[in-house]
């Protein structure tokens, strides 16, 4: 089994272009959340959302490119050309098939979508390229194409977990020995009048702030943007002389099985488990989690007894915060975003804050870090994503000596 190295990381969100915006961002505690405007909408009742601002993709996407490129794939080709220059790989080490390029996002190119159907139902002429722009692997092929790439390539698609499923099935086909890395991580660009509405009639949005854990949380807010990160095997990184960032050493993914909405505490648990098996740590050795922290009381309260399923007394000690304050609920890019934030605080060893809490909700005993980031001497973090439908993943980053 080959070890697997996490060598280049890439982000746009909220908070702005570059990896760095995002730690600098997550590291204070300076929220992206903020008010946004729906074209078109018609009776929307939430108008907070993390966007992507002041992004023009003409700057930095050719105009051929553009035509079958929706804004969540646009995230995602800014986001891997960062990844990539970071992991200071050539062109001609991408080439190939021993290169793969799996990316998740819950609803691919929902914008493309969105204006098409308002577009048809107002006898409107709308995008020749609405097919290739909307597809939920369009992201994924746009990099294929960009960089030459002829192994794995596509999508994979479950809710808020898709993106840290992706990394995770990545990470297993290095380990396999089928590829030598791996362009991965999530995109999501979600939005549009029509999809804020129909998580409106979900009842699980904020008017005002998302307020993981706390007494008093109404909701999460939606965000959008890319994180893609560059995996590879150990033999290749030495191969060519490269650096590792971190280790990514465990995946865990399982299914409740039980409802489309309601979160289950045992599946979350088996997730977190399977993660810890497979990284072959207990769990004293985690010394930071991500939370998948929505905001929202039923996924809250569930995420908190799970954990203290799996940790016992130890969750007293190890610090947790949730990121979506700061970028908001970038659903199907939430798990790429999350782990890269997880990625910076391990190599920082500075945990960062837990905004917006007004206390910390009883039903929810968390050791959560308030407010202001926190130096903390830890070797592997765990960040976890719980999606609609249950699905579960959690994956485990350790630190790179």
Known sequence: MHRV?????????ATGIGIDALWEAARTGSSGVGPIVLEHARGNRIHIG????SFDPA????????????????FA????REAIAAAGLAPSQLLGNRTAVILGTGAGGIGTLDDGCRAYYSGERFDTFAVPRGMASSASCHLSIAHGITGPTFAVTSACASASQAIGIAAQLIRSGLIDRAITGGAEACLTPATMRTWEYLRVLTADACRPFSVGRSGMVIGEGAGICI??????????????????????????ARDMVQPDVDGAASAVSAALTDAGLTPEAIGYINAHGTGTVANDINEALALRAVFS??????????????IGHTLGASGALELLITIRALQEQTIPPQINCRGIDPKCALNIQLDEPAGHSFDAALSNS??????NAALIVGRAN
Do not use: N, Y
């Open 5 to 13: 190295a996490v060598t280049g990381m890439g982000a746009i969100s």
């Open 50 to 53: 993390a966007a992507v601002s």
């Open 59 to 74: 700057v930095h996407i050719d105009e051929a490119s553009l035509r079958t490129c929706d804004r969540h794939a646009q």
């Open 77 to 80: 080709v800014v986001a891997a």
């Open 231 to 256: 995996l590879e095997s150990e033999d290749a990184l030495l191969a060519r002389g490269g650096r590792a960032q971190a280790w990514l050493s465990g995946f865990g993914t399982s299914s409740d």
């Open 313 to 326: 007394d130890s969750l007293d000690t190890i610090p947790l915060s949730s990121s979506k304050p700061i």
């Open 386 to 391: 719980f999606a609609f439908g249950g699905i």
